[in-house]
Structures are given as C-alpha cells and as structure tokens.
C-alpha cells in the first residue's frame, strides 16, 4: 500500500492567486508557514519555519481566493507533488513541489479581517462578549447509578 497525505496547519504568507486553465477550471495558488518549536539538547527553546506551496481547484480555489488573505489561518489536507520542466533562460531542470490541496478549511479570522463579497470590501460581524449565549449547568450532583445506559 502507498500513502502520499500531507497535513498542514499554518499562515498564508501571500494573498492567493487565482487563474483560469484552458479548461475552465479555476486554480488557486500561495505560500503557507508553518512553525515548529522544540528544545535542543541544552534546553534551550529552538524555533524554525517551514514555507510551502498550495495550489487549490475548483470551487474550493475560487472560495480561497475570496476569504484568505495573508496572514490567514489555514488546515490543508492534500498531497505532495513534484513538477520538473526545462527553463527556457538557462536550459537547466527546475523542480518544484507543492501541496495539492484536497481540502482547505479556514482558521479563526483576526479581528481586524475584512472579507470580499460580491467583490466590494466588506467588515466582518463583529461579535460582542455580552450576546454570546453561555450554557447553565445544573449545581448538583449526578450519581452514576441514576444514568439509564
């Protein structure tokens, strides 16, 4: 069995690009960091980003490209790909690998986000401490034995 699944969490570097093929099909490209923390062998706190290429079709590309932004928080799922083509320039090899997105799923939104709808800057609703509903739980005690599974 082979396995090629690529997991991402991180912050878009870049505002997405979006492209049209031939085809039709809509093709959403950025960068996207991701960090990773550990300690070395004297404690000290060590740090170092990692920097990636997404590209993102279809429908999922075109929503990309409406609501991230740089800076925005991001969960991609996809798969690791190679290219090669031959420079035009320098004749060389060029190699490139990226994410091929199969899902993009947006992180939380910083509070000074601005979305884009029906292409006209638009503030995002603002949410308020005091509206936000809070669960009451009960102040007694529940005894196991009174649960009916």
């Known amino acids: 069995m082979y396995l090629n699944k690529a997991i991402l969490v991180g912050n878009l570097t870049?505002?997405?690009?979006?492209?049209?093929?031939?085809?039709?099909t809509k093709v959403a490209s950025f960068g996207l960091a991701t960090n990773r923390v550990w300690r070395d062998a004297s404690g000290n706190r060590q740090e170092s980003t990692d920097f990636h290429?997404?590209?993102?079709?279809?429908?999922?590309?075109?929503?990309?490209?409406?609501?991230?932004?740089?800076?925005?928080?991001?969960?991609?799922?996809?798969?690791?790909?190679t290219r090669s083509w031959d420079d035009q320039t320098t004749g060389k090899k060029m190699y490139r690998t990226e994410i091929v997105?199969?899902?993009?799923?947006?992180g939380s939104r910083p509070a000074n986000y601005q979305?884009?709808?029906?292409g006209q800057e638009v503030n995002a609703p603002k949410v308020e401490d005091a509206s936000v509903d809070t669960i009451q739980y009960?102040?007694?005690?529940?005894?196991?034995?009174d649960i009916p599974f």
């Open 14 to 24: 870049r505002d997405p690009e979006l492209k049209t093929l031939p085809s039709g």
């Open 53 to 81: 290429n997404i590209v993102v079709f279809g429908r999922q590309a075109e929503t990309s490209a409406q609501f991230l932004r740089k800076g925005s928080q991001v969960l991609i799922e996809g798969r690791i790909q």
């Open 101 to 106: 997105a199969d899902r993009v799923q947006f």
């Open 115 to 118: 979305g884009q709808a029906g």
């Open 138 to 145: 009960p102040e007694e005690e529940i005894n196991p034995d």
